[in-house]
């Protein structure tokens, strides 16, 4: 049995790679900066070999990381220092502890999108801080997140010295764009302030970017420009209008309403948290009662539902789409020789084959049994019958183990299309049921077409 499990394994990854299931692939990283688009709150080493710097780089290689990191470092802190003691803090002391409070879960607990795309709710509420009470203000709203991150996150001293460096000058870099526009915190905004305030954002979205794209570069080993590009347009473009109409939407309020406007924003995205998390929940036992267990296949009830919502109407001549029926020869004297194990893993096996074989749009559904069906939408019969060809082929080409040995099997497979085979698509899976008994009683491993019965 320890040549069957790897190649279980490897058949199965292949497959999920070039057959989805609609479930996206959310690869192992670990970034070691803070941008504001949340793209810093993915996966975390449990336990950083560094804690001066968390980096993928070793050695020498981690130096240029450092110093860099240290340079931000070295200018943003003291300026930091030097924005909280000279720069009023708000005077009424439940909105500082209101600002601390709430940026320090904000920055704790992304908002994480059905397309796994991270929204990070404090930028919103640091920008509102900004533009209702100053610089100050808003180095509450992050300062204290980027430093609990030692902890929290087990980032680096460095780390979280250059977050704290860095968003210090984006909030300077804005502050000083703000001013020069006629922006004075604490004055209500009018319609005329909304260009000011847009133009806010970009500044503080570019700077950020510019700084976190430069360790991107040193870290990647990439040049700068492409990290940039990649970091200013491709990870940003799916959160930029939510995230930017929330923070328009916070500062606006923000400069009217003081402390409520940061409890409504606040409360508003965690709500948004809160609903992604049960539609996730939905869609996970969605595809859990839509997906055979063993195979990691489709079942009937998800071939049903996809008939009748996904496949353009093929139960009432819409559509074009062509089935194959298929059935391992074989699956029983597996069983009996080498054990219902073994022949799971034969089941495993031929389903790797089928979802490697045929496109992403295809649909490889298990029947019950050793049966599958394959749904190819958009497909004639002939087309249909070189899909089949193209699984036999696969079939003979990767041998299945067990104990070491090679273990003979065949695939019978029956094709038909619709509407030519019926009429309706579930007429159509059954001809092609009808024409995989065909292709059995020849003595199996074969296709056989229903045009042919």
């Known amino acids: 049995m320890s040549s069957i499990r790897p190649r279980f394994i490897s058949l199965l990854a292949q497959s999920r790679g070039a057959r989805s299931l609609n479930r996206p692939v959310r690869p192992f990283a670990t970034w070691r900066f803070t941008d504001d688009s949340g793209h810093a709150q993915t996966e ?30 070295v200018v943003g802190v003291p300026l930091c220092i030097r924005t909280m003691l000279t720069t ?12 601390s409070v709430i940026g320090l879960i904000s920055y704790h607990v992304p908002v994480i999108m059905p397309s796994r795309v991270v929204i990070n709710p404090g930028f919103p509420l640091l920008m509102g801080a900004l533009y209702c009470h100053g610089a100050a203000a808003a180095n509450l709203v992050i300062v204290p997140s980027m430093l609990l991150h030692f902890f ?53 979205d570019v700077v950020n970017v510019l700084f976190v794209s430069g360790s991107r570069s040193i870290e990647n080993k990439e040049p700068w420009f492409k990290c940039l590009t990649r970091l200013m347009y491709t990870e940003r473009r799916a959160i930029l209008p939510l995230r930017a109409f929330l923070t328009v939407v916070a500062m606006l309020l923000a400069s009217h309403m003081g402390d409520i406007a940061f409890v409504i924003v606040f409360v508003g995205v965690m709500s948004l948290r809160l609903q992604n998390v049960f539609q996730k929940e939905l869609v996970e036992k969605t595809e859990e009662a839509e997906t055979d267990p063993l195979t990691a296949t489709h079942n009937m009830r998800y071939l049903n539902s ?86 036999l082929q696969a079939s003979r080409s990767k041998p299945f183990l067990a104990d070491g040995a090679e273990v003979d099997f065949g695939i019978s497979i029956g094709v038909a299309s619709w509407p030519e085979h019926g009429e309706t698509a579930f007429d159509a899976i059954r001809m092609a049921d009808r024409a995989m008994y065909v292709a059995k009683k020849n003595g199996g491993d074969r296709v056989h077409s229903a045009a042919d019965l």
């Open 88 to 99: 009023p803090l708000p005077a009424d002391l439940k909105t500082v502890v209101l600002l």
């Open 152 to 204: 929290t996150r087990n980032h680096g001293l460095l780390n979280c010295l250059f977050n704290v460096g860095q968003f210090t000058l984006c909030t300077y870099g804005v502050g000083t764009v703000g001013q020069w526009l006629g922006w004075v915190p604490g004055v209500p905004a009018a319609p005329r302030d909304l260009l000011p305030v847009c133009l806010m954002i970009v500044t503080f």
């Open 44 to 73: 975390q080493k449990p336990e950083p070999v560094n804690r001066l710097i968390t980096t993928k780089l070793e050695g020498r290689d981690a130096v240029p990381q450092a110093v860099y990191f240290l340079a931000f470092a």
């Open 306 to 391: 996809w008939l009748e919502t996904e496949l353009g109407g093929a139960n009432d001549g819409k559509g074009l789409c062509s089935f194959i029926f298929a059935d391992i020869d074989g699956l029983k004297k597996v069983n009996d020789r080498y054990g219902h194990e073994t022949g799971d893993y034969l089941l495993i096996h031929v389903a790797g084959i089928f979802l490697a074989s045929v496109r992403s749009k295809d649909q490889v559904v298990r029947y019950g049994g050793d049966e599958f069906v394959i749904a190819l939408p958009g497909i004639g019969r002939q087309q249909a019958a070189g899909v089949a060809m193209r699984i």
